[in-house]
């Protein structure tokens, strides 16, 4: 059955189609609202609340390309709803506007099974964590979520160059790095997409 299909017959009221799009997307939502808001109960808040508004509404859905795109679309700004409300007094978030996410890469999330590569996998990590808050979030949902540009420019509410231009100015980081500084820009390429391979 394809997505559209699936969708098609969730929309009708399959349970079966709602439950296959809530086990199968899941663990994405949870890992990627966990990163954003770093709370457990919060990300699992959000979730429960998207599916039953998913479910409710289903009817008055329209056509989609990609489920895991809507989900994590919708589950973004829910997210951050919830986080500007909870810190509605913070008076930067008020003036801005928005709310940046910060994406923290864990160590054990960049899969490197080579004892000899420890060195090597906090040093990427600590690497990663080190890149401003928008180019770390690009990098997550580009390479470890397999998002397209046009895909992470709609969900980070920005456009297509801004994503392209967050990316290059991560890589250009990874250049000067001394870890990094002899690799070309594909083989950086490369490595970002087998790290953060599940």
């Not at 997210?79 to 913070?90: Q, S, T, V």
């Not at 099974?113 to 990098?139: F, G, M, T, V, Y």
Request: net charge positive; with cysteine; proline share 1%.
């Amino acid at each position: 059955m394809t997505e559209k299909q699936l969708w098609q017959r969730f929309k009708e009221g399959s349970e079966e189609a709602f439950s296959n799009i809530y086990h199968t997307h899941y663990n994405v939502l949870y890992n990627y609202l966990n990163k954003i808001g770093r709370d457990e109960n919060l990300s699992n808040d959000c979730i429960q609340d998207l599916f039953f508004k998913l479910w409710r509404d289903r009817e008055k859905l329209g056509d989609i390309q990609s489920i895991k795109f809507y989900l994590l679309t919708s589950a973004r700004r829910a997210i951050l709803k919830k986080i500007k409300k909870e810190r509605a007094f913070d008076k930067k978030i008020k003036a801005a506007g928005y709310h940046e996410t910060d994406i923290t890469f864990a160590q054990e999330e960049l899969l490197i099974h080579d004892e000899e590569a420890a060195e090597l996998k906090k040093k990427i990590a600590d690497l990663l964590n080190s890149l401003p808050k928008r180019q770390k979030e690009a990098i997550y949902l580009k390479y470890y979520e397999g998002l397209s540009y046009d895909e992470v420019a709609e969900l980070m509410e920005v456009n297509y160059q801004s994503v392209v231009n967050l990316i290059y100015k991560a890589f250009q980081t990874f250049k000067k790095h001394d870890l990094l500084q002899s690799l070309k820009h594909w083989c950086i390429f490369l490595l970002l997409r087998h790290l953060f391979q599940q």
